[in-house]
C-alpha cells in the first residue's frame, strides 16, 4: 500500500486516552453532543462572538477530557479546514460595506471581514467537531449509533462496507501504480495520461468484480438482507449527562444572542 | 447430520454458455477429509460454490443430507461452511469480532452464544488477541486462520476451502495447517498445494475439464506422475512423498509416515 494513502487513512483511528470518559460514552450522546454544538454554531446570526466562543470553550473542554492533544487534532483538521476556509478567502475584497481599509493595491470592507470571520468560526467549529468525534469514536462505533439512531440501515451498511474497502481499494491502486512505475511510466503533461485512467477503469472492474465475491461470500454464511448486530449499545445517564452538559453551555447564549 | 456430499452428473455452464463441470461424480463421506486437485480452470471453485447453493448447475447434488435447490439454501447454508480463496472477500465486517459473529447471528442464535462462538471459533484458530481489530491490520495469515474462524463459528457439518495455503509463507502456512488437522469434521480442500493436500488429506480427486479423473488415496494419486503431470500438476522438486507424516485428526494417535501407509496399499507407490 503506498505511504501516503495509508497515512492519510490511518488518520481514522482514535486518538488520546482510549479509557478517558469520553472515550467510554454510548457513540449516540457523542453523535448528539457534537452534532448539537455544530448545529448551534452554524445557525448562528453574524459576528454573535460568545456564541463560538461557547463552542470552542466545550470542544476545548471535550478535548482534554479525553486528552486528545492538539497536535493530533491539527493533524486531522488540516485535511479539511483549509479548504473549507479558501472558499471564503475572497469575501473580504469583494464584499463592500463598513470602514474601507487600502492595503497595498488592494480594498477591505469590515462587512466582509466580519462575514468572513463568522464563516472562519463556523467551519471551524464543524470541522473541530467532526474531528474530535472520529478522534474519540471508532468509526464501527459511529455506524452502530447511527444505526442506533434510525439511520436507514442499507446507508450504514454501504458506509461500513465503504470504510472496509477503503484500505483494500488504495492498496489495489497503490500497487497499480507501483507497477506503473517501474515499467517507466513518468507523466509529464495532460496527454500522457491515458495510463492514469486505464488504471481507474481497471480498479473499478476489480472493484466491481470484488462487490460481487463479497456477496457471495456474505449469502455463503447466512446473509439475508439485514445486518445483524452484535453489541447492543446502551444510552446510561451519564450520557444523558453529557448531551445536557453540552448544549446546556452553548443553547442560552445562542437564545440570548438571537433575541432582538 | 450427515455431511457427505454426493455429486451425480452435476454439469454448469456459465452465462456464456462454456462448460465449467461436465458431468461431476464424487460422493464424499462422513468424516473424510478430500483434496481436491486440478489446474486452473479445472472447475475446482465451481464445485466449491455448488456445495453452498451460491450457483447451480444441473445433475444431482445432495449435501450435508439436503437435496440442494431453493428451498433447501438456507439451511444448507448453515450446514456447510465456505472459506473462500481471498480472505479479504470474506472479511467485510469492521471487526475481527463482528465478522466471527456474523454467521451465527444470521443463524438466529441469542446473544450469549453468539459470543460464546466467537471466542470459541477464535480459540480454534488461536487469534483470540485479534477480536477487536480491523480485518485490514492483520497479516495475510492471520486473516485467512480468522476467515477460517468465522466459518467454524457456524458450526458447519462439512468444511469446505478453496486454496487455502495461496500467498502464505512457510511459517504462516505451517500455522494454517496446525488448525486445519485440529479440526474434527468432513472436510474438502481444494488446492494446488500437493504436500498440503499429502499432510492433511487421506483422499484426493482430481478435476481436469470439469470432470472428475483420478480419485483414491492422497498417497496413490500423488505418486502417480503420468496421472499429475497429464493435468499439469506436480509435487516440488526433490519432494519424497514417503517421508510426510500424515496429521492425525483431534484425539487420534500417532501421526504415521505416508512410506508406511504407502506399503500397506501396495503397488502404485515410490
Known amino acids: 500500500m503506498s505511504g501516503l494513502s495509508n497515512h492519510a487513512l490511518e488518520l481514522t483511528g482514535l486518538a488520546g486516552d482510549p479509557c478517558s470518559a469520553v472515550h467510554r460514552l454510548d457513540p449516540r450522546a457523542k453523535i448528539i453532543g457534537l452534532l448539537g454544538v455544530t448545529i448551534l454554531a452554524v445557525s448562528t446570526p453574524l459576528a454573535h462572538w460568545p456564541v463560538f466562543l461557547a463552542c470552542v470553550a466545550v470542544l476545548a473542554a471535550y478535548a482534554s477530557v479525553a486528552r486528545v492533544r492538539p497536535g493530533a487534532l491539527w493533524r486531522r483538521v488540516r485535511l479539511v479546514l483549509p479548504l473549507v476556509l479558501l472558499a471564503g478567502v475572497l469575501l473580504p475584497f469583494v464584499r463592500s460595506g463598513g470602514d474601507a481599509l487600502e492595503i497595498g493595491p488592494l480594498t477591505v470592507h469590515t462587512a466582509g471581514l466580519v462575514i468572513f470571520a463568522t464563516l472562519a468560526a463556523k467551519a471551524t467549529i464543524g470541522t473541530l467537531s467532526a474531528a474530535l468525534l472520529s478522534a474519540t469514536t471508532t468509526f464501527p462505533a459511529v455506524l452502530r449509533g447511527l444505526e442506533a439512531m434510525r439511520l436507514p440501515r442499507l446507508l450504514v451498511l454501504i458506509a461500513a462496507l465503504m470504510y472496509r474497502y477503503l484500505f483494500v481499494i488504495a492498496g489495489e491502486a497503490g500497487r497499480m501504480r507501483a507497477a506503473l512505475l517501474s515499467r517507466g511510466y513518468s507523466p509529464r503533461h495532460a496527454l500522457h495520461a491515458g495510463p492514469t485512467g486505464r488504471v481507474a477503469s481497471a480498479l473499478f472492474l476489480r472493484t466491481y468484480a470484488r462487490g460481487e465475491r463479497v456477496y457471495l461470500a456474505m449469502l455463503a ?6 445486518m445483524p448486530q452484535l453489541v447492543p449499545l446502551s444510552f446510561g445517564r451519564s450520557d444523558a449527562a453529557f448531551v445536557a ?3 446546556l453551555a452553548v443553547l442560552p447564549l445562542r437564545v440570548i444572542g438571537a433575541a432582538p | 447430520m450427515s ?3 454426493h455429486a451425480r452428473g452435476l454439469t454448469y455452464r456459465y452465462p456464456g454458455g462454456q462448460h465449467a463441470l461436465r ?3 464424487l460422493h464424499v463421506g462422513h468424516g473424510e477429509r478430500v483434496a481436491l486437485l486440478g489446474p486452473n480452470g479445472a472447475g475446482k471453485t465451481t464445485f466449491m460454490l455448488h456445495l453452498n447453493g451460491l450457483i447451480s448447475g444441473t445433475g444431482g447434488l445432495e449435501v450435508a443430507g439436503l437435496e ?5 439454501v438456507h439451511e444448507l447454508r448453515t450446514r ?7 480472505p479479504d472477500d470474506q472479511l467485510f465486517m469492521p471487526t475481527v469480532a463482528e465478522d466471527v459473529a456474523f454467521g451465527p447471528l444470521n443463524m438466529g442464535l441469542d446473544r450469549a452464544a453468539v459470543a460464546a462462538r466467537v471466542d470459541e471459533a477464535l480459540g480454534a484458530v488461536r487469534m483470540e488477541h485479534v477480536a477487536e481489530r480491523a480485518p485490514y491490520q492483520l497479516s495475510m495469515g492471520e486473516r485467512r486462520r480468522v476467515a477460517i474462524a468465522t466459518v467454524l463459528a457456524m458450526h458447519p457439518a462439512l468444511l469446505v476451502l478453496d486454496e487455502p495455503s495461496a500467498n502464505l509463507d512457510p511459517r504462516a502456512r505451517r500455522e494454517l495447517l496446525d488448525v486445519l488437522a485440529g479440526v474434527d469434521g468432513t472436510m474438502l480442500v481444494t488446492t494446488h498445494d500437493l504436500p498440503l493436500a499429502a499432510e492433511l488429506c487421506e483422499r484426493a480427486v482430481i478435476l481436469a475439464g470439469g470432470r472428475v479423473v483420478g480419485d483414491g488415496p492422497c498417497e ?3 505418486a502417480d506422475e503420468r496421472l499429475l503431470s497429464a493435468h499439469d500438476l506436480e509435487l516440488p522438486a526433490g519432494f519424497d512423498l514417503r517421508r510426510v507424516r500424515r496429521r492425525s485428526r483431534p484425539g487420534d494417535g500417532p501421526e504415521p509416515l505416508l512410506g508406511a501407509i504407502g506399503r500397506d496399499h501396495g503397488p502404485g507407490f515410490g
Not at chain 1, 454464511?221 to 439485514?226: C, S, V, W
Not at chain 2, 456447510?80 to 481471498?86: A, E, K, N, S, T
Open chain 1, 245 to 247: 452538559l453540552v448544549l
Open chain 2, 23 to 25: 458431468g461431476v461424480e
Open chain 1, 221 to 226: 454464511r447466512g446473509y439475508r438482507g439485514a
Open chain 2, 80 to 86: 456447510v461452511g465456505l472459506v473462500f480463496q481471498d
Open chain 2, 3 to 5: 455431511c457427505a456430499v
Open chain 2, 68 to 72: 440442494v435447490g431453493r428451498d433447501t
Open chain 2, 220 to 222: 496413490h494419486i500423488l
